[in-house]
T-cell receptor, first 110, second 112 residues
Framework: QKEVEQDPGPLSVPEGAIVSLNCTYS??????FMWYRQYSRKGPELLMY????GNKEDGRFTAQVDKSSKYISLFIRDSQPSDSATYLC??????????FGTGTSLTVIP | SAVISQKPSRDICQRGTSLTIQCQVD?????MFWYRQQPGQSLTLIAT?????????ESGFVIDKFPISRPNLTFSTLTVSNMSPEDSSIYLC?????????FGPGTRLTVL
């Protein structure tokens, strides 16, 4: 069983839609949860960072962590064509060793 | 945050040759990481490079194949040796500041 599972998509939505991206994990010791956005031919950039459970909001982006279900989500409201990218979830126990999902490819159609 | 640059951005190489990838960070960092990103797969950590000591390699990666240098706190190199087509991938340099991990733009390697 992989440490982190992520649906690769691809996901295609119309502009303005609400997007939900998800990851599940198997290690209950994970405490740090990250979402990275990776544009084509670029390196991943940190989008959201959450420690332990709960929600975190930053503009149009909301990250949720449900440790009881070992499930994390990233919601994008009012999606824009500029949100088209691959989104990777990542997790860590101590903040040192990171475990990444395979990434979900998102296309927002104007 | 940290700004990371990598050279080259891409290269096409012949089987059996070697390529050295450079990573430069705009601030001093203790640990630098080298990842491989293959299509449809998650980012895979190759090794962790600390200044002044030998790199620590993950399972499945060996120093003879992926020698790493870390001469100072802002620079590292990764060499992909005796390349085969299976080494075709994106290679990413990464650093940690606090709990955040930042990535360079990557080096896209194609081995023919």
């Amino acid at each position: 069983q992989k440490e982190v599972e992520q649906d690769p998509g691809p996901l295609s939505v119309p502009e303005g839609a609400i997007v939900s991206l998800n990851c599940t994990y198997s290690n209950s010791a994970f405490q740090y949860f990250m979402w990275y956005r990776q544009y084509s031919r670029k390196g991943p950039e940190l989008l959201m960072y959450t420690y332990s459970s709960g929600n975190k909001e930053d503009g149009r982006f909301t990250a949720q962590v449900d440790k009881s279900s070992k499930y994390i989500s990233l919601f994008i409201r009012d999606s824009q064509p500029s949100d088209s990218a691959t989104y990777l979830c990542a997790m860590s126990v101590t903040g040192n060793q990171f475990y990444f999902g395979t990434g979900t490819s998102l296309t927002v159609i104007p | 945050s940290a700004v990371i640059s990598q050279k080259p951005s891409r290269d096409i190489c012949q089987r059996g040759t070697s390529l050295t990838i450079q990573c430069q960070v705009d601030s001093q960092v203790t640990m630098m990481f080298w990842y491989r990103q293959q299509p449809g797969q998650s980012l895979t950590l190759i090794a962790t490079a600390n200044q002044g000591s030998e790199a620590t390699y993950e399972s499945g990666f060996v120093i003879d194949k992926f020698p790493i240098s870390r001469p100072n706190l802002t620079f590292s190199t990764l060499t992909v040796s005796n390349m085969s087509p299976e080494d075709s991938s994106i290679y990413l340099c990464s650093v940690t500041t606090g709990e955040d991990r930042f990535f360079g733009p990557g080096t896209r390697l194609t081995v023919l």
